[in-house]
């Protein structure tokens, strides 16, 4: 099974990162197309067109994002959300370190469709090396003219300015990323108003994810018609997909949403599982959602398919894990991250991943009392759907899901009083 | 802060629509000159920002990049994420403490090295992962780090 690929069509050209080897292969011709020949609504229904959805995690239509703008005339923002913090995706790294002409192109041509004149990169702190290749990036564009005061003639300006954060994974959640872009910490706002119309300094604002506004470049190459051809009618297009952990080749993969099976990524694209093991298990969207197990495995990767089989697409991180991982081991692993993670802003999230940490903990380490199950499953359904952000659901998404699946693995921990495939191989 | 990174963090007040965008990147300045944001510093940085010491505080400690105690000339960060646990992301991190004999989120006593577990450094596909000095080092194994190591310690007494 072949990749599709339209986001990484270039990105083993040597010397793509340089502004003329990317012009070279196709680059810049889509901004030029934009903002030459087409009114920025005629871009936003090309996208609208497309049916592309956002990359980040939701899913959530780009194009219809995009129209929710109110038309008052009041300064709008666009921000790019290179926060990539989400557990097993790495996507958006190796298209900012290695193809970051794609994400200014991209960046401009949707700046100029919603009409914001300061696009804003929100950068995880930890990019600082990818902060480093975007500024001279943005030179070599600003030096050809496509962006600043008056890109490619047009009269329109479009500034794009690079941000750092400071290591928080919650700044990834759109409205943390606004309030830490504004100076502050970055705990979630309350929704509504939505972004869209109350955003950065309280204005119109939009967020897209790296992946969605680098996929605005090929929609505008090849059509947004042609685009939605690719995939399925509700999961348009293609999708990276980074997969990691206990696999042969891992590494990123751009393929068509829907037409690919999970059992094909995992074997055909990524080698299978490492020489001697078998699969056992996979977190198939980054680690906020439930596992699916080897059963699962011919399930297409597009949003729908793998909501029909108990999970969810996410972010697209997939980490597998084969038979010498320790279920229990993993999910406290991933409660420790969420508890550390944790903002504090509301009580279930901030003490339940705080209890479940503790209870999981001591399960794991073979001190688990009868009852400890029923206990964590409690805590979970004290936190499903009650907190503030979807920060509290993502906590749990694993955990709950592998109690129901491997309810064995725990109870075993507990009443063999530690691990029963031993001390953990790694 | 010295002179030139003050110019900076004045200049930075005004980089952005509005000013209280420029407290991140100004705490960056410093956590880059000094390794650490020293108290005196917090001052400096309110004072630049028209703000109260203890507003700059209540930011600069939510954000894990940003250090309350000096940190060495070297910040070693060990990816404990999920993928990089699955291949050997505790091997590494326990040579590590031993190799340096720290403990845990601990600096040699020279100063040279400061070693962290961190969450998810968004290097999955290359674990296990390690960054130092916000570099990334993809796919390391024991030896190159201590050969990393002992470049840095040889360096050093050189006076390199
Ligand atoms: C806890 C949390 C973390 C998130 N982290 C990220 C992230 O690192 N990158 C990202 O693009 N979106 C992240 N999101 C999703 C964003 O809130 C938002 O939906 C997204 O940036 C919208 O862009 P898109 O429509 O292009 O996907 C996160 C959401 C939550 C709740
Ligand atoms: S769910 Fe967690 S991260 Fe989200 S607001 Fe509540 S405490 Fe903060
Ligand atoms: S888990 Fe280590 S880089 Fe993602």
């Given amino acids: 099974m072949p990749e599709t690929r339209l986001l990484f069509k270039n990105i083993d050209v040597p010397g793509i990162d340089g502004i003329d080897v990317y012009e070279q292969h196709g680059g810049y011709v889509s901004l030029r197309k934009a903002v030459l020949d087409m009114t920025p609504d005629a871009v936003v229904q090309e996208v609208m067109a497309s049916n592309l959805r956002g990359r980040g995690g939701a899913g959530f239509p780009t194009g219809r994002k995009w129209s929710f703008l109110p038309k008052d005339g009041r300064t709008r923002y666009l921000v790019c959300n290179a926060d990539e913090s989400e557990p097993g995706t790495c996507k958006d790294q190796e298209l900012i370190y290695r193809i970051p002409h794609l994400l200014i192109e991209g960046v401009l041509t949707s700046a100029y469709a919603i009409g914001a004149e300061d696009a804003f990169i929100y950068l995880r702190g930890e990019f600082k090396g990818g902060y480093r290749i975007l500024e001279r990036a943005i030179a070599e564009a600003r030096a050809k003219g496509y962006l600043g005061e008056n890109v490619l003639g047009s009269g329109r300006r479009i500034e794009v300015n690079l941000y750092l954060g400071a290591g928080a994974y919650i700044c990834g959640e759109e409205t943390a990323l606004l309030e830490s872009l504004e100076g502050r910490r970055g705990m979630p706002r309350l929704k509504p108003p939505f972004p869209a119309t109350a955003g950065l300094y309280g204005m119109p604002t939009v967020v897209n994810n790296v992946e969605t506004l680098s996929a605005v470049v090929p929609i505008l190459q090849m059509g947004g018609a042609e685009y939605a051809k690719l995939g399925t009618e509700r999961s348009a297009g293609t999708k990276l997909f980074s997969v990691s952990g206990n696999v042969r080749r891992p590494g990123n993969f751009e393929v068509e949403l829907g037409k690919v099976t999970l059992r094909e990524l995992l074997y055909d694209l990524a080698g299978g599982p490492p020489e001697g093991h078998e699969f056992k298990a996979v977190i198939p969207g980054g680690s906020s959602v439930p596992f699916l197990t080897p059963d699962k495995f011919d399930t297409p990767l597009d949003y729908e398919s793998l909501q029909g089989a108990g999970t969810m697409l996410g972010s697209g991180g997939v980490i597998v894990l084969d038979d010498r991982a320790c279920i229990v081991n993993a999910t406290l692993r991933l409660m420790e991250f969420y508890r550390h993670e944790s903002c504090g802003k509301c009580t279930p999230c901030r003490e339940g991943t705080m209890w479940l940490n503790q209870v999981l903990q001591r399960v794991e380490s073979g001190e688990g009392r009868p009852g400890d199950i029923e206990t964590l499953a409690d805590l979970c359904s004290n936190i499903d759907g009650q907190t503030f952000c979807p920060l509290g659901d993502a906590a749990i998404g694993a955990l709950g899901s592998g109690l129901r699946l491997f309810h064995d693995e725990y109870e075993a921990h507990i009443t063999k009083g530690g691990c029963p495939m031993g001390e953990v191989v790694r | ?160």
């Fill in chain 2, 1 to 160: 802060m010295n002179a030139a990174n003050l110019q900076k963090a004045q200049e930075l007040v005004h980089r952005f629509p509005k000013k209280s965008s420029a407290l991140i990147p100004i705490l960056h300045l410093v956590e880059d000159e000094f390794g650490y944001i020293p108290e005196a510093e917090v001052q400096t940085v309110a004072d630049v920002m028209g703000v109260t010491p203890a507003y700059v505080e209540s930011v600069l400690t939510f954000y894990t990049l940003f250090h309350r105690q000096p940190t060495g000339k070297y910040l070693v960060q060990v990816c404990r994420g999920l993928s990089c646990q699955l291949n050997g992301a505790d091997e590494l991190s326990h040579f590590l403490h031993d190799e340096l004999g720290v403990q845990r989120n601990g600096t040699t006593d020279d100063g040279l090295f400061t070693v962290e577990e961190v969450e998810c450094i968004a290097l999955c596909k290359d674990a296990p992962a390690v960054q130092i000095n916000l570099e990334f080092y993809p796919r390391m194994t024991k030896e190159q780090l201590k050969a990393f190591l002992d470049q840095a310690a040889k360096e050093v007494t050189s006076g390199a």
